[in-house]
């Protein structure tokens, strides 16, 4: 599984994010920090990381601003591999925290990141993803902007000077990186509560901060300081963890040397029983699928002739499952797919010369599209080294490398189709793991040949499963810069879910 669905940690004033900001602009003076703080990260098994803000008030073409910087790293064992990474996002605002300009820092592969800078407008925010020299433009994509969006600063010090009586509400917005959109927040208080802190028990004022039901993130429980206003403590419900707190530390417990064996869960989707394989995988499912946070689950699957809604009742949805699609609902031919199934695009980068190559090489004089596919399919699971490490790398970066996962492989097999004439999308859903029993995230290849669309998941999983995957969405990828701006993925993964089979066949 390599969907990186970690949760937000304390999103607007505790996102642990590891890099600088941009370089030092003409005319920009140092004068003092502002605000420092650190933070150590544990699930319940142990340590996962640290976090660093640091705020710094400085005088630009005779304007005082502050540039604040978030960084954060991460240290897991991720389905069984260990798995490390650092990342950092940075805002210049005013006094009254409008921002001025912002950017972050994410890893994409071992050694590729997305480096994005941007300077709000009126409306509109044009994010630019920056080469490896800090400055120059490798590709970029205009996101709506909301005017009255807080700085890192503000949202540091939102709580500071306000009445903090159990029942109070207070919200902003704030820019989102990984979602690259502006978004808000609310924060509940709840009222006075007793919690241990670094070991030691506290009286501290519990609030529950919540975000607009669209965006499907957990709550998080923050533990402020009566006193300061100040966020010392939160607790978040994480899909892969369990529970993760955050705590405020000296520098030096922050930083201290930590194992990294946490292991995350490898299947997080909850089965009632498992599946019996023995005499192979099954051809049909009658499943129940509940969920802790959501509503509407109707809307969660798409339909089509194999994955098919058979009700709502209180207790969930039921869902039909095929291993193959049924032939009389299997409509006699689909509409042709849209040009951006067949553009080349931040993460699915058709155009790139080692990608052409490689489809070229895989195809060899086979001009049949179903045979193309069939064989990029199998020239990717040959070649492409499976690897946890890599977080979610363009096509042209494992195309070099060869290494990755399900996302690497399925943007590089789909990268590779557009190379050669055929539309391809890749799809996000939930794979039955016959070894850890239950179902847990998956990427993979689907082409529009013939008049429908196919499923070629390069790695295999898919293909060898039978009916035991859940669709749940599917992407051309057009102008998205980060794998969190896939909505219904965010959404499956809120909360918990739980997969009861009612019938298999």
């Not at 600088?20 to 605000?35: L, N, S």
């Not at 969660?300 to 009742?313: A, Y």
Request: overall charge negative; some cysteine.
């Amino acid at each position: 599984m390599t969907w990186r669905l970690l949760g937000v940690i304390a999103l607007a004033a505790l996102a642990g994010l590891a890099g600088q900001g941009p370089a030092a602009d003409a005319g920009r003076t140092p004068v003092k920090v502002v605000y420092e703080a650190w933070w150590d990260r544990h699930a319940p098994s142990g340590k996962i990381g640290w976090a660093h803000h640091r705020s710094v008030e400085e005088t630009v073409d005779g304007v005082t601003l502050i540039r604040t910087t978030q960084r954060g790293a991460i240290k897991y064992i991720r389905s069984g591999d260990p798995y490390s990474e650092e990342d950092s996002n940075w805002s210049l605002e005013r006094s009254d925290g409008t921002v001025v300009e912002l950017g972050y820092r994410s890893a994409l592969g071992k050694t590729q990141f997305l480096t994005v800078r941007g300077r709000p407008g009126s409306g509109a925010i044009l994010l630019r993803v920056l080469g490896a020299d800090g400055e120059s433009s490798v590709y970029s994509a205009e996101k709506p902007w909301a005017d009255d969006a807080l700085g890192l600063y503000a949202q540091e010090r939102f709580l500071e000077g306000r009445r903090l009586d159990p029942g109070n509400t207070f919200s902003y917005r704030f820019f989102q990186g990984s979602l690259n959109e502006c978004v808000s927040t609310t924060i509940t208080v709840l009222g006075p509560q007793k919690t241990l802190v670094r070991g030691v028990e506290r009286e501290l004022i519990a609030a529950r901060q919540t975000f607009q039901k669209e965006l499907y993130y957990d709550p998080i429980t923050l533990y402020i300081d009566p006193l300061t206003g100040q966020t010392v403590k939160t607790e978040e419900d994480s899909a892969t963890f369990g529970k993760v707190v955050q705590e405020l530390v000296p520098r030096d417990v922050a930083l201290a040397a930590y194992a990294g064996d946490v292991k995350d869960v490898e299947a997080p989707i909850e089965i009632d029983k498992p599946l019996s394989f023995r005499r192979g995988p099954p051809r049909e499912l009658r499943v129940r699928v509940q969920h802790s946070s959501d509503d509407d689950l109707a809307t969660l699957f798409p339909q089509d002739s194999r994955q098919r809604l058979l009700g709502v009742t209180e207790e969930g949805v039921e869902l039909k499952l095929l291993a193959r699609a049924d032939p009389e609902a299997e409509p006699p031919a689909q509409p042709p797919p849209g040009p951006e199934f067949l553009a080349s695009n931040f993460y699915i980068r058709s155009d790139d010369e080692q990608v052409i190559k490689h489809a070229r090489e895989a195809v060899a004089d086979t001009t049949a599209p179903r045979r193309q596919m069939r064989l990029i399919r199998q020239w990717v699971r040959r070649k492409v080294k499976g690897d946890y490490e890599v977080p979610f790398a363009t096509a042209d970066e494992v195309a070099r490398t060869l290494e990755g996962d399900c996302t690497e492989m399925g943007v590089l097999a789909a990268a590779m189709g557009r190379a050669v004439g055929i539309p391809t999308r890749v799809a996000f859903g939930l794979v039955y793991d016959p070894e850890n029993p239950g179902f847990g995230g998956h990427l993979w290849t689907e082409a529009f040949v013939e008049g429908r669309w196919e499923i070629f998941d390069a790695t295999g999983v898919v293909h060898q499963l039978g009916a035991a995957y859940l669709k749940i969405g599917d992407y051309s990828m057009k102008d998205m810069l980060g794998p969190d701006e896939a909505v219904a993925v965010r959404r499956a993964f809120a909360g918990r879910m739980k997969v009861t089979v009612l019938e298999a066949k």
